[in-house]
């Protein structure tokens, strides 16, 4: 099964910073990666699919990168409302398998 | 407006079985693979099972192969997990969630909570 690292697992942020996620993939996944941001009690939202392509009505300040087996969620401007739990999946090869999920909390 | 509304959950002692419905409105449901994913209480997401369109090509997680069968109704728009030999560790809120064309999850049903409990 491919494994996805994801980091860090949790973290405080200020109002207006840049934050990136990380997951790490164990083997090639072709960019077959998507970014969920879930909010207490509710369904996990997608916000970037195939590693870099953002879904619509995602605000304009998420954009998703790849480097290597290392793929990335940046949030630019941090709002408010960006506060959750923010997932990885990778689709490439099944079994699916997430990340184990970035707790982001204001500061 | 795409909607997914899951049914069937509830309590049920180990080694009993429960089935799952997601009935699908909004879009054509015939034409989208669907899958079921699952989240134990405080935990992260598991995907669980998937099924094409058509129903040529379904998938499982380890964990529940053999005793999980996913399935669908087209005719009906409605998706089903057919869950046998629960055990205590299968204890989740069940969501079912649309693949889009990218394989990415771009729906999410409420989710259904299953707990296993003697």
């Known amino acids: 099964d491919i494994q996805m690292t994801q980091s860090p697992s949790s973290i405080s942020v200020s109002l207006g910073d840049r934050f990136t996620i990380t997951c790490r993939a164990s083997?090639?996944?072709?960019?077959?990666l998507s970014w969920y941001q879930q909010k207490p009690e509710k369904s996990p939202k997608l916000m970037i699919y195939r590693a870099t392509n953002l879904e619509d009505g995602v605000p304009s300040r998420f954009s998703g990168s790849r480097s290597g087996s290392d793929y990335s969620l940046t949030i630019n401007s941090l709002e408010s409302e960006d506060t959750g739990i923010y997932f990885c999946?990778?689709?490439?090869?099944?079994?699916?398998?997430f990340g184990g999920g970035t707790k982001l909390e204001l500061k | 407006e795409v909607q997914l509304v899951e049914s069937g959950g509830g309590l049920v002692q180990p080694g009993r079985s429960l089935k799952l419905s997601c009935v699908a409105s909004?879009?054509?449901?015939?034409?989208?693979?669907m899958n079921w994913i699952r989240q134990a209480p405080g935990k992260g997401l598991e995907w669980v099972a998937y099924i094409s369109s058509g129903s040529s090509y379904i998938y499982y997680a380890e964990t529940v192969k053999g005793r999980f069968t996913i399935s669908r109704d087209n005719a009906k728009n409605t998706l089903y997990l057919q869950m046998t030999s629960l055990r205590s560790e299968d204890t989740a809120l069940y969501y079912c969630a649309r693949a889009k064309v990218s394989q990415s999850l771009d729906y999410w049903g409420q989710g259904v909570m299953v707990t296993v409990s003697s």
């Open positions: 083997q090639d996944i072709g960019n077959y």
């Open positions: 909004g879009f054509t449901f015939s034409n989208y693979g």
């Open positions: 999946l990778q689709h490439k090869q099944y079994p699916w398998t």
